[in-house]
């Protein structure tokens, strides 16, 4: 059987770590047999904005929902389009229309890689954050009133639905049912946001009711952020709102040494509409067009892609790749967020005569 996989390469450094991304999933495809139909498109950029003047052609729900997943780079060219317009007008939309609720990010020190909080090795940091992605604090509820007078007002609310909540909910604990430790921390804000949060934890308690087994716990997240720097061993499965999610998915990854490693899987459960997968990275402008950008994070989101889709042994034979890359420490090869001075193809392509190899 084949799979068809729409490849959206986007702004910035996207462009330079999707061919990346792309030639590990060749090699893996070509070393386990498995049939890969590839179809690069254009829109989804900034550049398309500028020639077109939106972000998307009109048909794009009906062309991407043909695909199997999406494989997606990175969006946002600030000093041309607001991001508010150009996220809106892609990601975030295929987040919410696809109904990727699930939005997971897993966090892992990898072998020679240093962390930048002392004393910790490979094993003390290893994680998910499982993310709430459709609803939450990322709504379009609200406005502006009185605009442009001293009296401005503005109001944007946060939505939680008990079905969006307790259906991420559900996918957190199942996955911490399967993890050795089994243990689910919750973030909240019940103390100071007093009305969506204290409901979190209600559903929170509520879900944790079918899993006698999984061992539960909550911290407000500020406190949250202190011990993942303090304490990452304690993290297993974190379960969050869509912001509270998006900023611990940035701190996780930066407490394994770089954010340019780590991938994101945003994925619709119910395979009504395909699964994107992405780094969790954005377009880095500040490093755009230098060819230094980390291709780990889009490699891995390819792993994930590859498992969504029932390759494991494929996805496995990546991370080990890369795992491997790392371990051996080659400073030409590796790109300078991991201290050395190699560029974005010579660690692609070391990965993947690596995933080749065996
Ligand atoms: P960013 O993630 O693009 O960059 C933050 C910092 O991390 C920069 O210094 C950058 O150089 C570094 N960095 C990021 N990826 C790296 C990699 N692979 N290798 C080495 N270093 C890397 O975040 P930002 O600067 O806040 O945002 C830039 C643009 O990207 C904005 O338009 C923003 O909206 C957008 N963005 C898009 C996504 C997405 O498409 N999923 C995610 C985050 C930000
Ligand atoms: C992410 C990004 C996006 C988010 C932005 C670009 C809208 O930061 O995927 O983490 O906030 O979800
Ligand atoms: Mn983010």
Redesign the pocket.
């Known amino acids: 059987m084949s799979h068809r996989i729409a490849i959206l390469a986007?702004?910035?450094?996207?462009k330079e770590?999707m061919p990346e991304g792309v030639r590990a999933l060749e090699a893996a495809a070509k070393r386990f047999g498995i049939e890969l139909e590839l179809e690069p498109f254009d829109f989804a950029s900034c550049d398309y904005y500028l020639e077109h003047g939106q972000m998307l052609p009109d048909d794009w729900h009906a062309t991407l929902s043909q695909f199997d997943a999406i494989f997606?780079?990175?969006?946002?060219?600030?000093d041309k389009v607001p991001?508010h317009i150009?996220?809106w007008g892609?990601?975030l939309k295929f987040r919410r229309e696809f109904d990727q609720y699930v939005n997971l990010r897993p966090c892992r020190l990898l072998p020679g890689i240093k962390s930048p909080l002392a004393d910790r090795e490979p094993g003390d940091i290893d994680f998910y954050v499982v993310r709430e992605n459709t609803e939450g604090e990322y709504s379009s509820v609200g406005g502006t009133m009185f605009e442009g007078t001293d009296r401005e007002v503005v109001i944007q609310e946060t939505v939680m639905t008990r079905h969006g909540v307790d259906r991420v909910l559900k996918y957190a604990f199942d996955l911490a049912a399967t993890r050795p430790r089994k243990k689910l921390t919750s973030a909240t804000k019940s103390n100071g946001i007093a009305i969506t949060m204290p409901w979190w934890d209600k559903r929170v308690a509520a879900m944790g009711q079918h899993y006698p087994d999984v061992n539960v716990d909550q911290f407000h997240i500020d406190i949250l952020t202190a011990n993942f720097v303090l304490h990452p061993d304690w993290f297993d499965v974190v379960v969050a709102s869509n912001l509270f999610g998006d900023i611990l998915s940035?701190l996780g990854p930066a407490c394994t040494g770089?954010?340019?490693?780590a991938p994101?899987a945003n994925i619709n459960p119910e395979g009504t509409f395909p699964s994107l997968f992405?780094?969790?990275?954005?377009?880095?402008?500040?490093?755009?067009g230098k060819h230094?950008?980390?291709?780990?994070?889009?490699i891995w989101s390819g792993a994930m892609m590859l498992e969504h889709l029932g390759y494991k042994e494929a996805a496995d034979a990546i991370v080990a790749a890369f795992e491997a890359v790392l371990a051996e420490g080659d400073t030409r090869v590796l790109?300078?967020?991991l201290r050395g001075s190699g560029s974005?193809q010579a660690l692609g392509q070391a990965i993947a005569e690596r995933i080749a190899a065996g």
């Open positions: 986007g702004d910035g450094i996207g770590v997606y780079g990175a969006i946002g060219w600030p991001d150009s996220l892609s990601l940035d770089t954010i340019g490693v994101s992405e780094p969790v990275h954005g377009s880095a402008p500040d490093i755009a230094i950008a980390n291709p780990i994070g889009q790109t300078p967020d974005t």
